[in-house]
Structure formats: structure tokens, C-alpha cells
């Protein structure tokens, strides 16, 4: 496919140097539908980014789609701040109905705003407050949002710098397997925990993404998760699951922390959970941690109640049984088999991944950006992640047919080989 960059136009006149997604790609996307988007020049491509995570049902799905229009053309409440409407309602009582009940989760909602990094501050926010302490624990490679509190708990230094103000009350420790094996689990953690000359304060709770999404797709063990869990309780911390990117069905169950058994004290929830691609996060936690007061952490965007119907529709035609689940493992096993061929084709190469997030680690880390560049020309979009952007990261959306999927799959095999 050939592709004609677009001519100096309003974006390079008008928009911030800050834009990057646009970079990689160099087109102007007009239509997008199921696992598809399609420029202005009649170009279509296969869509493995779903939004950064945002679309795991997939662009304009026709049932969602349906859902909003009737609400919008029945004037339905658009802006309720934190107002009680029938579309919350709604929502609330399909999420408790379909994922809360049958989990056995006693979790408390709240609506902290539209992104997920509200969702972060405000759970930050409550652990201090129910603890009483500043300190919180994060992991190297997180990556948890780009406002200061959520910066001071992510690792990567070029976010962390745009701040430009000191990072403070975050303390990071080994991810997973950061050692390679070498040092036991939370070793260097609870000794510091537990030496009063170590110098760390005592924090009010610990951060932690199952998946390391921006971090180059680092999976945490069952058994790893569920020490960290031991430990927090052991040591009187909160344990704060950010489940922003993976959660919403992304590794098969709805939640990420599923399969390891463990109960997190707050959980972050955002991206895919209005399924439409609209604003939405919720930030859920244990009833006896729900001590705001009233108008004690607000924010005008929080009841976004169009994408409370989207969320709702979501649910209630995705999640009332376990088929999004066995569906989403099974296109996890299409993918895994494709990348085990494509590592073994070129040496050099590594995979990773678990559900419908997978990644493609190259030891020769500026391929990684030119396989992504390779394949947009051939029509396929897949970003990059790490910390040098060594890995190639494939989020399709969750709706994708086994025949689209080993499409893509299809396409990247072709963009590392002619990257080689």
C-alpha cells in the first residue's frame, strides 16, 4: 500500500509538538468500524491498538452505537456531575449484577472523573487518608498516568521529567522477575520494611499493574501477586490494582487479578469500561475504606452519562456470561502460536503476553519502531512499549474475528521479516 503523508495542514500550523500517535502514523483517519479504521484517501487498516486499550469491543460497535443514539434522541441527561440519573442507575445496577455479584466483590463505585489518572489520584488520595501515611510503593517500569501523583508513582524517566517539579512520596521496587530470577520475591522490600534504619517511611500502600502495559508488557505471576498481597496485609498496607489498560476483559477475565485469587483494596478501573471509547473511570475499594467526606474529591466531568449507557449495554450483552472471557483466551492462543513462529524465524526476538495483550521483545531495540513503521505502510497499526521502545505491543479489541486477527498477525510476520 502506498501512502502520501499528508501536506502541511492545520495540525503541524495550529497543534502542540506534544501529539506522538500522529507521528507514527502519518494519516488522516476518517471512518472507523468493528477492528478498521480508514483514512481520507480510501485507505484501510487493521486496527491492533484498539485505542491504547480503549476499544475492546471494537470502533462503533453496532450495538453500543444503538444504546447511545436512542439515549441522546430522547434527550437523555448528558452532563449529571454526581447527580443520581436513570443512566447511572443503570449502570450501577448492571455492574453489580454482572461483575461485582458473581465475583463475590463487596466493592464500593466511585466516579472520580473522566481518565484513568483520576481514577489513580483519587485511589492515591484515599489510601493516605485511610492510613494516615504519604508513603506509597510502586514498581519499576509502571506506568500509572501523567498528572504529578501518577507520575510520582511511574518509572519511566522521560515522563517522569516532564513534571518538571521534584516527584515525591513514591518509592519504587522490583517488578516481577526483575531480577531474573536470581533474588527472591520481595527480598530487598521487606527487609526495608522491616529495618527501622532503612530509611523508608511507612507507606500507606502499594501500587501495582498485573500487566505492565507501557512497561513492555511485563506479566506478574499468579504466585507473585499473591505474596505481594500476603505482604500488604502483613505489613498494614493498602494494595491498589491499577487495572486501567488490562482490565475490562484485556487478559480474559474482567478483571486482571482474577486468575491469582487476590482481593485488592482499591482497584482502578478506566479505558474500556464506558466500551465505547468515551471518558469514564471508576475507582472501586473495600466498604470500610469509604470514609470521603462529601464534596471531599470532585470534579465536574465525573457523570459523563452517555458513556454510563455505553457501559451498561457493555456489560449486559458482554458480561452476563463467560463467553467474552473463553473467547478472548482462545484468540490469546492464536496470537501466542504466531509469535512462538515468528521467534523462531528470527533469532533475536522474544514474546510475552497473556489474554489479548501480547508483546514482541527485539534485542535490536530500534527495530521494535520499525517493524511498528513497516506495518502501518502495510496497513496494520501496532505501537511500541518499553522503556527504550524495544517491544512491539499487539492490543487488538477483544470483538476481533479469527480471520482479522490472523490477518494481522499475517501482516507483522511480514513487517519483521522486511525489517530484518
Not at 506522538?20 to 487498516?45: I, K, L, N
Not at 476483559?249 to 482481593?263: K, M, Q, V
Not at 492490543?395 to 474475528?401: E, G, H, K
Amino acid at each position: 500500500m502506498t501512502i502520501t503523508p499528508p501536506a502541511l495542514s492545520v495540525f503541524e500550523a495550529l497543534e502542540s509538538e506534544v501529539r506522538s500517535y500522529c507521528r507514527g502514523w502519518p494519516a488522516v483517519f476518517d471512518r472507523a468500524q468493528g477492528s478498521h479504521m480508514f483514512d481520507e484517501d480510501g485507505h484501510t487498516y487493521l486496527d491492533f491498538f484498539a485505542g491504547a486499550g480503549s476499544l475492546n469491543y471494537g470502533h462503533n460497535n453496532p450495538v453500543l452505537k444503538r444504546a447511545l443514539i436512542d439515549y441522546i434522541e430522547r434527550d437523555g441527561v448528558t452532563h449529571g456531575l454526581d447527580m443520581s440519573t436513570t443512566a447511572k442507575r443503570a449502570f450501577l445496577e448492571s455492574f453489580q449484577n454482572n461483575i461485582l455479584r458473581p465475583r463475590d466483590l463487596p466493592y464500593k463505585v466511585m466516579f472520580p472523573g473522566p481518565t484513568g489518572t483520576n481514577a489513580v489520584e483519587a485511589a492515591l488520595k484515599l489510601a493516605r487518608k485511610v492510613k494516615g501515611r504519604e508513603s506509597i510503593v510502586s514498581f519499576t517500569n509502571a506506568f500509572h498516568g501523567m498528572s504529578l501523583g501518577s507520575l510520582a508513582v511511574t518509572g519511566n524517566a522521560f515522563k517522569r521529567a516532564g513534571a518538571g517539579i521534584p516527584l515525591v512520596h513514591g518509592t519504587p521496587m522490583p517488578f516481577d522477575n526483575y531480577f531474573d530470577g536470581t533474588v527472591e520475591d520481595f527480598l530487598w522490600f521487606e527487609r526495608l520494611l522491616e529495618d527501622q534504619g532503612s530509611g523508608l517511611n511507612k507507606p500507606a500502600a502499594v501500587i501495582v499493574e498485573t500487566v505492565q502495559g507501557e512497561g513492555g508488557i511485563n506479566v506478574a505471576r499468579p504466585e507473585w501477586l499473591r505474596a505481594l498481597a500476603e505482604l500488604c496485609e502483613r505489613q498494614d498496607m493498602l494494595l491498589i490494582v491499577d487495572d486501567i489498560q488490562m482490565g475490562c476483559g484485556r487478559t480474559g477475565a474482567f478483571f486482571s487479578f482474577e486468575e491469582s485469587g487476590i482481593t485488592p483494596d482499591i482497584v482502578t478501573v478506566s479505558k474500556s469500561i464506558s466500551g465505547y471509547g468515551m471518558p469514564m473511570s471508576l475507582a472501586l475499594f473495600k466498604p470500610e475504606l469509604d470514609i470521603w467526606e462529601p464534596g471531599e474529591h470532585n470534579g465536574t466531568f465525573r457523570g459523563n452519562n452517555p458513556a454510563f449507557v455505553t457501559a451498561a449495554a457493555t456489560l449486559d450483552t458482554y458480561w452476563a456470561d463467560s463467553q467474552m472471557e473463553k473467547q478472548t483466551l482462545a484468540r490469546g492462543e492464536q496470537v501466542e502460536q504466531a509469535l512462538r513462529a515468528i521467534c523462531e524465524e528470527q533469532s533475536g526476538t522474544h514474546f510475552r503476553g497473556r489474554g489479548l495483550v501480547w508483546g514482541l521483545e527485539f534485542e535490536d531495540k530500534p527495530r521494535a519502531s520499525a517493524v511498528c513503521k513497516r506495518a502501518f505502510e502495510l496497513g496494520l497499526l501496532v505501537e511500541t512499549s518499553g522503556p527504550e521502545s524495544e517491544v512491539v505491543k499487539l492490543l487488538p479489541a477483544l470483538t476481533i474475528s479469527p480471520d482479522d486477527l490472523d490477518e494481522g498477525l499475517r501482516t507483522l510476520a511480514r513487517a519483521v521479516r522486511e525489517t530484518a
